[in-house]
Each structure stands twice: as C-alpha cells, then as structure tokens.
C-alpha cells in the first residue's frame, strides 16, 4: 500500500478500523492527511499504518468478492472482513449493479445494499443464510410475475463476465500470494472457491 497517498477523508478509513476507539478518532481529527504523510509521530504513524490496513483490505476486496445471483433481483457474497468495511463493500457493489439488491455476508452477520437513482438503500442483518432466506421470501410473489426474466440465463451471463476477468498468462502465484495475503483469501471466500470447484452456498456459511 506504499504507493497509494492518504485521502483527505482519512478519517472515514480509521473509523472502520477494528481497533479504533473514540479518542484515538478526536485526535486524529486534528491532523491533515499531509500530516500522517510526513509527520515522525508515533501515534501519527499508527494512524497512517491503520488507514492503510483499512484502504488494503477495502481494495483486495472490491476485487475478489465474487457475486452469484439469486434470482433475477439479487446478488450475494461471501465476506468476512477484519475491519468494519461491510457496509462499505456492500455499497460498492451496489452501485455498480444499480437497481439489484446486494448481500453480503457470512455466518453470523450480512450487510444489504441497493442502489436506485443514485441513493443507497441500506441494512445489516444477521446470517447471510438467514438474510437471503428473508429476501427470497419477500420477493417470490414478483420473481413469479417477471417470467420474461427468470428466462434468461442469469447464473450463465455472471459466469461469463467473471471467465472474461481471468487471464491465464498473468498468473502470478507468488505476486498473488504477497498481495492478497491467506487472511484475505478467507475473508473473501477464495480459498473455498479454489479447493472447492463446485461448492454449494451451505459451504460459503460455514465458518
């Protein structure tokens, strides 16, 4: 994460961070992201280390959270992150798959997005299992309506956009490996994807 530069809403990414507290939050209110690009500061230094471990995992995520879709009107991952940037990756997702409902979840808690003429909709739920079981049974009345879309080969469509996103001839495990550390796998469900080609949603929620 050296090459990337403190945001001047750095506190946003401290907040997030799974050992933040109020008053480490109040003190870093008085800094500039200049100041924890520059400042010899120990504290300031731990700051500057925190949002970087945020801004890390926020990034490896957006790129390796894999959706599969439930229905024509919902998309689902798996997503166990260190620091607090459920709702935040939720959102991400959201945004760019306007007008579908986004979960995101893993065994214990999932977070729900949606986003519809520029405004997130937004909720943080129990279980993705029991999260998804609620979403299928408030939208089956309209899944049986919308024949014309459960037609179409939704999971196949997913498949190929995701097939056009890997490229043999970068394969790089050791770059893999340094930049997507075994933690982060696990938080986005990689490991499982890799050792279990054909994995079933049950395998997702176990933790």
């Given at each position: ?15 997030w961070h799974e050992d933040c507290s109020e008053r ?131 999971e196949g469509i997913w498949q190929v956009y995701y097939d056009s996103q890997y490229c ?40």
């Amino acid at each position: 994460m050296a090459s990337l530069k403190i945001p001047e809403n750095f506190l946003y990414y401290l907040s997030w961070h799974e050992d933040c507290s109020e008053r480490l939050l109040a003190r870093a209110g008085h800094l500039r992201a200049e100041d924890l690009e520059v400042s010899p500061h120990l504290e300031v230094a731990r700051i500057k280390k925190m949002v970087y471990a945020v801004m890390g995992e926020a990034h490896r995520m957006k790129a390796f959270v894999r959706l599969q879709p439930l229905g024509t009107q919902v998309l689902y991952g798996f997503l166990k992150p260190r620091h607090r940037i459920g709702e935040h990756i939720c959102d991400h997702f959201a945004r760019r798959n306007a007008g579908i409902i986004v979960v995101l979840g893993n065994g214990s808690e999932s977070w729900i997005s949606l986003c519809r003429e520029g405004k997130i909709w937004q909720d943080h739920g129990q279980g993705l299992y029991e999260t998804l079981e609620k979403l299928k049974s408030a939208l089956h009345g309209r899944e049986e309506e919308e024949t014309d879309l459960q037609d179409r080969d939704v999971e196949g469509i997913w498949q190929v956009y995701y097939d056009s996103q890997y490229c043999p001839e970068r394969k790089n495990p050791a770059a893999f490996r340094r930049h997507m550390p075994g933690r982060d796998q696990d938080s986005a469900g990689l490991r499982l994807v890799q050792n279990k080609k054909n994995a079933t949603f049950e395998d997702f929620l176990r933790d």
